[in-house]
């Protein structure tokens, strides 16, 4: 079956402008994470939806949103872009909640803001 | 608060010789435990987990790993590293609690010396 699909792979914006990145998960999968992973801070949990819900939320500004949706494909948004966000953002897919079921991950998209 | 550690942000093996990646968790009770890589160009992978049951287990790639409760530790090992095996090492720890957040270690860079 397909794996994991994020798009667009590869995104350059510029400082104040949004973004939203798409993932969508592999069939039959509910739950659908969101990391950020930069050079030496390994990966960063942003939030967790299971079945449309935001289940839990990691510690980033509110600039960082997502949602779910009936099919499970999830996006993220990020407004009023700053460069610290120039990051490789990863989705992965559980078929229940990620804390005790294998992720699969998606091949990222990688966010370059100037 | 639950914490993983993984001390070591580098890691440099001769090919042929043996490995261990440490990690290091804080958390109440009996964990849900991964160990996740990441190659190169690629996606993050499970290489294995551990639940309940024999505290040492087997995972893809010739890996294992030991679960050691009285040192919340949970530390993965080779008996002889290949060039491929040259990636980041993730160390995760969950829950079976639904609302509970998977934490995630910073990542131990493994470097192979031909």
């Known amino acids: 079956k397909a794996g994991v699909t994020q798009t667009p792979r590869y995104l350059i914006k510029t400082r104040g402008q949004q973004v939203t990145l798409s993932c969508s998960p592999i069939?039959?999968?509910?739950?659908v994470s969101w990391y950020q992973q930069t050079p030496g801070q390994g990966l960063q949990f942003l939030f967790e939806y299971f079945s449309e819900t935001q289940r839990n939320k990691g510690n980033f500004p509110g600039r960082f949103s997502g949602r779910q949706f009936s099919n499970s494909r999830s996006e993220m948004n990020v407004s009023t872009l700053e460069l610290g966000d120039s990051a490789l953002y990863l989705c992965a897919s559980s078929l229940e909640q990620s804390s005790y079921n294998e992720q699969f991950f998606g091949p990222g998209t990688r966010l370059t803001v100037l | 608060a639950q914490s993983v550690t993984q001390p070591d942000i580098h890691i440099t093996v001769s090919e042929g010789a043996s490995l261990e990646l440490r990690c290091n968790y804080s958390?109440?009770?009996?964990?849900?435990l991964f160990w996740y890589v990441q190659s190169p160009g690629q996606g993050l992978q499970l290489l294995l987990k551990?639940?309940?049951?024999d505290t040492l287990v087997q995972g893809i790639k010739g890996f294992e790993a030991e679960f050691k409760r009285s040192q919340s530790s949970f530390n993965l090992r080779k008996p002889s590293v290949h060039w491929s095996d040259a990636a980041e090492y993730f160390c995760?720890?969950?829950?079976?609690?639904?609302?509970?957040?998977?934490?995630w270690g910073a990542g131990t860079k493994l470097i192979i010396k031909p």
């Open positions: 958390y109440g009770a009996t964990p849900y």
């Open positions: 995760a720890v969950g829950a079976g609690d639904s609302n509970y957040q998977l934490i």
């Open positions: 069939s039959g999968h509910r739950s």
């Open positions: 551990y639940f309940s049951g």
